[in-house]
Structure formats: structure tokens, C-alpha cells
């Protein structure tokens, strides 16, 4: 592995897409899921952080980036190259879980919430549409089977790399103020106040 020399030539195929997935249909419902029917009732510090802490991974933002991956392994006596497509998804979130007492603040009917900050959960390779597109082996090599997946391994590198350079996770956050937001006005609150880790805050009545 030292001695080899590896070129990565990536660019963009396809642009990048950010949708929310999952959670704006589960946000909404999970205020019948956790209340009794036709009961409203106004929830604590402890209480809130439970709700908050139940949901544990919030996953609001997915990218789908495309990328080609070249892999060269140059020697005096031969060249080996690998040439991958490769179709990556990228999923963005919060950790609740990892939300504390002091970050939740409740005054009557007003609430407070300082967001851990937003990271990348999750970064692979659909195998459906990733594919060698081009594959050399010089004439005194051996065939290296290593090399395709250093390839897929650099790819989910680049990708995870594009998506933050391209704003996932500015979105993960953005989504999940607006999230959280919703979910707890449906619980009673006058006044929901979600902080992210970046500092910009959100208030909505």
C-alpha cells in the first residue's frame, strides 16, 4: 500500500437531493401516539426531555450524490486502474438522544430547546446503480482484487465529504427546528423556541 499511488479524479454526475424522508410523516402523528385520546396536558422539564430523548435519532435530510471514483496503481513494470460509478446516499440528523436537562427549558408554557449539533448519520453505496465502468491490468500484473474496494471506500469518503460541502448538514438542522417546532406546539405550548448548535434560533407561536 505505500508504494502505490492512488489518483482520485470525482466529479458530480448527478446534482445533489435534499428531502426530508420518514420524519414528516411520524412527527406529526407521534403527539396521538404519546398522549391518550382527546388528552392534552401540559408537560415538565423531565417530561419533555423524555419525549425529546424517545425519538433518539431524528434523520431529516438525505442526499443522493453521484460520483466517478478512479483508482491507479502505478509501477515501473505495469499499470492497474479502476474506474467506479458510484450512486451514494447521504443521511443527515440529531442525536436526541443526547439532549440534557440543561438543554431543555420549560417557563409555564413556553419551551426552550438547545439542539445538539446536527451530523452525518449514515453514508453508502446503492449497489443497484454503483458499477465498474472500466477496469485495467497492466501485462506483468497480477490481477488486484483490493483495488475495486479501495475504490468504494474512497467513493463513500467523497460523498460524505460532498454533502457536507454542499450543506447537509445546515439542513439536518433547519429541519429539525421546524420539526420539533410543530411537534411540541401540538403538545400544549404557547411558544416553542429551537435552538440548533449553530446559534441561528427559531422561535414560532
Known sequence: MASRKLKIAGWILGGVLAIG????V???RLPLMLLPEGQVRQ???PAVIQ???GISQLVTVKYVIEKVIAIEDT???GDSRVLLVAHGIAKAGIDLSKLQRADVVVEGK???IFLPPAEITDCYLDEHKTHVIERTTGLLREFDKDMEQNARITAIDDIKRA???NGIIKDAEQRAVQQLQV???QFGFDSVEVIPHSGVSATIQ
Do not use: S
Open 75 to 77: 509501477k515501473w513494470y
Open 183 to 185: 411537534l411540541f406546539l
Open 110 to 112: 413556553t419551551l426552550k
Open 21 to 24: 424522508i420518514g420524519v414528516g
Open 26 to 28: 411520524v412527527l406529526p
Open 51 to 53: 419525549k425529546i430523548q
Open 43 to 45: 408537560l415538565d422539564t
Open 163 to 165: 454533502a457536507k460541502m
